[in-house]
Structure formats: C-alpha cells, structure tokens
C-alpha cells in the first residue's frame, strides 16, 4: 500500500507545479507517492491520470531548469536515429533518441530529472548523451510512431500493407457449401477487416458492429458512448466478413444458426496487442457481429482519472482497506462497471493478498489475479465458482454479476466470514440496488450486515478542451435543471460542444459519474425494515450522499461535461 502522503515534504519539481498553481498540494503528494510506487517519473503519471495538462507542466518544468521546450512535431520518425537505443530502454525511460551529433546522442525527455534514463542509454550506446525536454502527452505519441516505425512486423499500417498485422486464430472445418475458411483468406477481406480494427482502435472506439440487413450492410462505431457509422461495403461481402471475423476469433463457422463467443488477439508490433471480445447473433438476414475492444491499460490508470469526487474517493478506498464486507458497482452495460472493478482490484494487488475473480468472461487479463472464466455448459456457474473459491484460502473474491439469489447468498455469507467481495448488479441506482437484492429473495438482515457501499455510475462524454465554448443560461432554467441557489449565487460558467480536428463533435474521452453510497447505520436499519428504494434513497441524501443526477451537474459547473451530456446520461 502506499505510504502515508502527510509524511511527504514536496521539493523540485512536485513544489514547483503547485507554485505555478497547476497542482494541489494534496494532488501533487499522492501523484509524488504513486509515481515512485509506479517507479515512473512524475510527469508521466500526471499526464497520464489526466492531472494536469502537459504543456504547462513541460513549460514549468523548463522555467524551473532553465531550459527550453522543444516541439517534437519537427520531428519526422523517419528523420530519428534508427535502432541507436534499445527500445525496451526507449519504452522503460519514455525516452526517444532525436539526433547524433559526433560522439553526443540527444535525448527527448519530459522529465529534465530523469537521470537514470541518460546514464542507462550513455552506458548502452557508448554515446555522451544530453536531455532535450519536451511535452510529455507528445511524446509518447512520438515514442509509439518512432518504435512502430522501426519494427518490420508492424508496417506503416497504410491500406496497402494491412496483410502484415498478426492475428491470433484457428482455422475452422468448411462448412455446408457457403462459405469457407479458404474462401476468406483472400487479400480483400483480411485487408478490409485489419483496416476497420485498426481504425477503431486509432480512433479510440469501444466497439466495433458489423451489421448486414435486406439490401444494405453497415459497419459502426461505438466513440465515447456514441455510436457512428463509418462504412458500407457491399451486402454480398456479408458471409465472407461474418466467416473471416468467426475465424479469427476461433468459431464455428458453419454454425449460423445460435449466438457465438469469441476472442480475437491482434498484435499490431512487438510491443503491442490488443485483445477484442468477439459476439455473434442471427438476425433476419445474417449474422450481426459486436466487437468489444479490450484495452489492458484501463486496469492501471488509477482512481483519480475515473472521475471520483474527492469525497467519494474517499469512501471508495475507506471501503477497499476493510478486511470483509461487500462493495457493489452497479450501473447499465457499458457504463464502466468493470474498471471500477479492476482499478478497485489492482489497489489490493499485493503479495500479500489473495485475489480471485470469477467472470464472464474476463476482460482483462491482471498479472497477480486468479482470473476464472464461468461455463455454464460444463456446470461452472458464478456460484460453483464462488464455492470453489472458499475452499482456495481467499482474501478478495470478485464475482463479474450476481444474478440469482444462489449466487447472492453465497457471496453475501463470504462477505460475512472474512472475506471482501466485490460484485455488479443491473440496477439504475444504489437504493434500487438494495431492493433488488431483496426481490432476490435475500434476507434483508443479510443485506444489511454485508453490504458496505454501492457504486451507481454512468459515463459521460468530456469536453474537448480545446474547442468547448461559453454559455449563457438564465438562472430560472438553471434551477429547472437542478442546480441550488448556492451553486448559482456562487457562480460557474457552462460550457457547450463546439467541435474540432482534435475531437468528435466537441467531446473527447468519457469521465465517469458516480453515486457512492455508504451502508450507515440508519440506512441499515431501513434496510431491514424493507423500506422502499424511494425511502432509501431520501435518506442516503440526508445522511450527504450525492445521487447520479446531483454529481452530473457537478461535472458541468467544472467544466468537465456539458449540461446536453449531463441530461442524456442522468435524469431527474
């Protein structure tokens, strides 16, 4: 666990950036603390937990050592040095080599402190080297477009060298006639298919729907919770694309008939993999095909990026550290549940504690996690799974849903007898949550002694920093949307969607919106006198817990979403 941050006496650069005001000084000792448990330089962890923007903290840095800022954008990867440094030691350092001059080799830092990284590669180039300090967001794009540039498996990634990029699957028996595998593995359909993946992974997409119909078919997108159509190919390509993805992703191919899952291992270069979990389903005329994107690195971003208020933060960590008890997430698909739960899991991801989770199936793979994916077929259930775990000595157990009231009670007797458990449920908030489990058919006694804190969320769309503009609103349509008297008199200004070359329609990325709610003690007792989910959630608003609509309208008096964003996600 990390170290006691009012311990921590900032000096450097951590003191600087809360003297330029682009820090809080609690902020910048728990990044100081994260960073060096993370053992990456400070900058980076700011960047990339969203703390604080990068440029300021480069020209921050440079005022600090006196140096200036160099615009990586000058730089062509083909105009780089190529294979001079170790590209684990490019990657290990976020370092790039930008050009040789005699025996001096200049290095592109973010981090003017980095000494380690300088040494590292003099000692492995044989070279005198220099920092060249540079944006730390720019960068890593750099260091990605540089190593993607050098490795031979990768390719320039343009339409006509798509073949190149390597996917993980198995070729199937043909089937009746239709199509075969061998069918498939034309150039057309691979290149067209690598070409829609990797679009929508560079495009940072969620999913991928591929969807034929009577006379059409059309392929699209899922962009910060929006989705977008982005191709029509030929309604005849239908088999063929439906046969090569099944192929991919190891199914059956002449099984038309019922749903299938799958999974799709793409690796784009040495370096990089991305994982997709792959669904089909029979339609009227064909089979529609949902891609997941699975991206590995949402499991260690860290809680301050999700969106948390501080004091729901707070609640959250409180309820983590407690050795039993039970914490629910619990929101729409596609809401976040899932890294809620992971990033939850990756906290308590030591040596010292035992972890297994039980999903279907698991999304992300976690180094140190005990990951069990459920098979109803073969009789491996969420709750044969939970049972088999309590014979596995376990510290934290994570089911991926609890479902039925077998699986209910087992996970709620875990959480009883020393164990914390952490769970979802389908439910639209944290007081429907509680009389769902009683609908179950859970005792409202068991409820009330387990059950420590319920997560609600919803996700909703940021605004783009750099195009959001101003809005005048009137004071009687605030009030309307729900907005207090304080809030107004206070002061705050609204900002609306504008749209730039930078983002989609004047949003990039999603911020997390949350109801984090407590099991008091006066919440208990309601509990178990089976009050109503409205009576519940009257009182989780005395007691101070803020519902999903209160803490959307605060993400719009930060600026971080617009007042449209924060009505589409939450209602009243």
């Given at each position: ?253 002449s099984e038309r008939r019922v ?63 407690q050795p039993q008890g039970m ?201 178990m006198e089976e009050a109503s ?40």
């Amino acid at each position: 666990m990390a170290s006691d941050k009012s311990n921590v006496t900032l000096t450097g650069l951590a003191r600087r950036f809360v003297e330029d005001g682009l820090l809080e000084e609690d902020v910048a000792k728990d990044a100081y603390l994260q960073a060096a448990n993370n053992r990456i330089p400070l900058i980076t962890y700011l960047v990339q937990n969203q703390l604080a923007d990068s440029r300021k903290l480069a020209f921050a840095a440079a005022m600090e050592f006196g140096v200036s800022v160099l615009d990586l954008n000058s730089f062509l990867p083909e105009m780089l040095p190529e294979k001079l440094v170790d590209e684990k030691l490019v990657r290990k350092h976020s370092a790039l080599p930008l050009y040789k001059r005699g025996n001096r080799l200049f290095i592109a830092v973010s981090d003017p402190t980095n000494i380690q990284a300088l040494d590292e590669i003099k000692f492995n180039t044989g070279l005198s080297t220099d920092a060249i300090l540079v944006d730390d967001a720019a960068l890593r794009v750099a260091i990605d477009k540089y190593l993607e540039s050098q490795d031979d498996s990768m390719g320039n990634l343009d339409d006509a060298d798509l073949e190149g990029v390597e996917t993980e699957g198995g070729d199937q028996d043909e089937d009746d006639g239709a199509v075969s595998a061998t069918d498939v593995d034309d150039a057309p359909i691979v290149k067209y298919v690598n070409k829609v993946l990797l679009d929508a992974i560079r495009g940072g997409a969620s999913d991928v729907h591929f969807e034929p119909y009577e006379k059409t078919y059309r392929v699209r997108y899922r962009t910060d919770g929006i989705l977008k159509e982005v191709s029509k190919p030929s309604i005849k390509l239908a088999p063929k694309l439906s046969a090569r993805i099944k192929i991919m992703a190891q199914m059956d191919i002449s099984e038309r008939r019922v749903p299938q899952d799958g999974r799709i291992k793409m690796k784009l270069s040495k370096t990089k993999a991305i994982d997709f979990r792959v669904n089909t389903l029979p339609t009227l005329w064909g089979e529609k095909i949902v891609l997941r994107i699975l991206d590995p690195s949402q499991a260690q971003m860290g809680i301050d990026v999700l969106g948390y208020e501080e004091d729901q933060k707070d609640l959250y960590m409180e309820a983590l550290q407690q050795p039993q008890g039970m914490i629910l997430v619990t929101g729409p698909t596609g809401s976040g549940k899932t890294v809620s739960l992971y990033t939850g899991l990756n906290i308590l991801n030591t040596a010292e504690i035992n972890i297994s989770t039980a999903e279907d199936p698991a999304e992300i793979n976690l180094e140190g996690i005990n990951q069990v994916n459920v098979n109803n077929r073969v009789g491996l259930g969420f709750a044969e799974a939970l049972r088999a775990f309590l014979r596995q000595d376990p510290d934290v157990i994570m089911v991926g849903e609890i479902r039925d009231l077998e699986t209910a009670n087992i996970a709620i007797k875990a959480a009883q007898t020393g164990h914390l458990v952490l769970s979802t449920l389908h439910t639209n908030s944290a007081a429907e949550t509680l009389t769902r489990m009683m609908n179950m058919g859970v005792p409202s006694f068991n409820i009330a002694t387990s059950v420590s804190l319920i997560i609600a969320q919803r996700l909703g769309r940021r605004l783009c920093s750099s195009c959001k503009q101003p809005l005048e609103v009137p004071k009687e349509t605030l009030l309307k949307e729900g907005f207090t008297e304080e809030q107004i008199d206070t002061g705050f200004t609204l900002f609306t969607p504008k749209g730039c070359d930078k983002c989609n329609g004047g949003y990039k990325g999603r911020v997390g919106i949350y109801e984090v709610v407590k099991v008091t003690e006066s919440l208990a007792n309601m509990i178990m006198e089976e009050a109503s989910s409205l009576a519940i959630a009257r009182e989780a608003q005395k007691e101070g817990f803020r519902n999903l609509r209160q803490s959307a309208l605060r993400k719009v008096i930060e600026g971080v979403t617009s007042l449209e964003e924060a009505n589409r996600v939450t209602k009243d």
